[in-house]
């Protein structure tokens, strides 16, 4: 309604007229296109900044559950090439083992099938005998160290044999784990990039300054409450060679999975960062909360790994002056961000 107001005759020839037009067989012109979508409200584009924040937070946390699956398989791949390297050495040795055992039975085929110690018996050279009973004594320990060996190399080979079957199995749940969680990020992405899609590009810039906006409310939150007061490390050397490598990145898209040079997603960014410092960490965000020293945020110092949210499913490197670098989300570059613009679970120094 546009609050103008008809005559009451008008009114009456208008719901006449549509008395008629509504009748059944009555015939419709075309109404033409349909009029555009009313514009989103600034509320209603927050409620789908937090739906796009909650898909994008579900592919962070299934990346690290691809990453993890990646990790533990190459683990696993190169454990079963050792292993079959170790198979290959135990049945060479098992062959050259048999090989000897059965030289010596043709050996004593040869002699006509007569133990030694029965010839010897049979001689009547007295010297003959005590040299022979020697040789006999070192021969029966030499078969039974041969004996010996071709058991210990079998249980060997048995061992290996089982070790390697339950590492292929394990190879395989892995493979599973990774592809379930492939296709969870790849669903969850194009969830929040069809939901993108669906604005308008006035909407999708405001939408992007809603974001910044929510960010910078949590920084101001962060920094007001006096948490930096005390915090003035000063970086090792290894920690200077890992900002270093992580703020070069600056401006290389998210790519979930990727370990760089191009591209990385977040733990790829941290995880190669402290490798460039000559550093191994591990590669997800999950895992290096779970396995790296922590610190108080008071202690922090540029270098260390601030991790994100409940559920560790974010990383970002700590800049000093209250700064990050991070990979944010699919969509988004490695850039500088404030560490307290999302949910600080912890700190971890990777090289305490």
């Known amino acids: 309604m546009t609050g103008k107001r008809y005559p009451r005759a008008a009114a009456v020839a208008l719901v006449c007229a549509a ?4 009748a059944p067989g009555t015939a419709f012109a075309n109404p033409g ?11 209603s584009l927050e409620q ?27 683990k696993q791949s190169e454990q ?5 390297k170790d198979i290959a050495k135990g049945q060479a040795k098992l062959k050259k083992l048999k090989a000897r055992a059965g030289a010596a039975a043709r050996a004593q085929y040869r002699a006509g099938g007569m133990p030694s110690e029965a010839r010897l018996m049979l001689s009547d050279d007295p010297g003959q005998f005590l040299d022979g009973a020697g040789r006999i004594r070192e021969g029966e320990k030499a078969t039974k160290g041969l004996l010996t060996d071709m058991e210990r190399t079998q249980d060997d080979l048995r061992i290996y044999a089982k070790d390697a079957t339950a590492r292929w199995t ?6 599973k784990s990774k592809a379930a969680a492939k296709k969870k990020i790849k669903r969850k ?33 962060w920094v007001s409450s006096g948490v930096l007061k005390d915090v003035d490390g000063k970086a090792s050397t290894r920690g200077e060679k890992a900002v270093e490598f992580a703020t070069a990145q600056i401006g290389k898209p998210y790519v979930w999975g990727a370990e760089g040079p191009g591209s990385y997603d977040c733990s790829g960014l941290t995880s190669q960062a402290w490798a460039a410092a000559g550093k191994g960490i591990p590669r997800t965000s999950q895992e290096q ?4 020293p922590r610190v108080d945020i008071k202690n922090m110092r540029p270098g260390d790994l601030i991790i994100y949210h409940a559920d560790a499913s974010h990383v970002g490197m700590y800049l000093g002056d209250g700064a990050i670098v991070h990979a944010p989300r699919p969509g988004r570059n490695v850039t500088i961000a404030g560490a307290g613009s999302m949910r600080i679970l912890g700190v971890v120094r990777p090289d305490k």
């Open 189 to 221: 992405i194009a969830a929040a990039e069809k939901l993108e899609s669906t604005l308008e590009e006035k909407e999708r810039e405001r939408l992007r300054k809603l974001e910044e906006e929510a960010a910078r409310k949590k920084q101001s939150a």
């Open 170 to 175: 394990k190879l395989e749940a892995n493979r």
């Open 289 to 292: 909360w779970k396995q790296l």
């Open 48 to 74: 789908v900044r937090k739906e796009i924040d909650d898909l994008y937070h579900d592919a962070g946390v299934a990346t690290d559950a691809y990453n993890a699956a990646e990790e533990k398989a190459e």
């Open 80 to 84: 079963i090439v050792e292993l079959a």
């Open 33 to 43: 296109p349909n009029p555009p979508p009313a514009p989103r409200t600034d509320k």
């Open 19 to 22: 008395t008629v037009l509504a």
